[in-house]
């Protein structure tokens, strides 16, 4: 697949787009999503995996519901909004990691639908079996906590004993929670973890108490300060 996006295709454009950048060898791979929200949790902790592995982009999903501005990097280069995918090799499972600036709006739910259904198609050629959605979970007293949602009882148990505290009789918005519920429609199984947070500014505890569980839960265990300084929104 090019690389270039002619402009006949942006013009034509009226559906999410995916532009392959390489095709990485994934055994068994473990799909991690990570987007803005509450707090930017999991955008947050989607970095810190990225980091922590040196995880490797490979791909990109462009859609035109995505917000009419571009983002600019340190270096003054811009780009068109975009998910991004990477991946990072591991001894039982490769991850799959994608993360982005942006979500189409809250108000467009078709286009969330559209965009979390173009998701699932590509990680389900990829052979992704599993999936962790990450994300934040408002609270208004001060307390740490990872919260977990999953497509079965079994796995919400499971996590459980981790250490998670099952989500009950709440609401995940956005991608986090429609990734996952769609998710269980395909009947690929899942687990959503929600770090709480008191706000929309970024949290970085709350990204790094969601990326410890999770590397923890993956059989690595991270200590306090070893890369909690990298916890940035970039």
């Known amino acids: 697949m090019s690389n270039i996006l002619s402009m006949d295709r942006w013009l034509a454009l009226d559906k999410p787009y995916l532009r392959k950048l390489s095709s990485p060898t994934l055994e068994n791979p473990i799909f991690v999503q990570g987007l803005p929200g509450f707090g930017n949790v999991g955008r947050i902790a ?7 592995f040196d995880a490797k982009p490979f791909a990109e999903l462009y ?61 389900e050629t990829l052979g992704c079996k599993f999936i962790v959605t990450m994300g934040g979970v408002p609270i208004t007293e001060d307390k740490t906590q990872v919260y977990i949602a999953a497509t079965s009882p079994r796995l919400a ?27 269980k429609e395909r009947k690929i199984d899942g687990i959503s973890l929600l770090g709480t947070t008191m706000g929309f500014k970024a949290d970085k ?10 590397m923890k839960s993956l059989g690595k265990e991270i200590k306090e300060g070893s890369v909690e300084n990298n916890a940035t929104e970039e």
């Open 157 to 183: 148990a499971e996590f459980m004993e981790k250490g998670a505290v099952i989500y009950s009789k709440g609401r995940i918005v956005g991608g986090t929670g429609l990734t996952l519920a769609l998710a």
């Open 63 to 123: 859609s035109p519901s995505f917000p009419d501005y571009v983002a600019i990097s340190s270096k003054g280069i811009t780009h068109l909004p975009r998910y991004e995918f990477y991946y990072a090799p591991m001894e039982k499972n490769n991850l799959v990691i994608m993360t982005g600036e942006i979500q189409p709006s809250f108000d467009d739910v078709v286009a969330h639908y559209t965009v979390c259904d173009s998701v699932l198609d590509f990680v």
């Open 46 to 52: 989607a970095h810190l995996l990225i980091k922590f």
């Open 205 to 214: 505890g709350a990204g790094f108490l969601v990326f410890k569980f999770l």
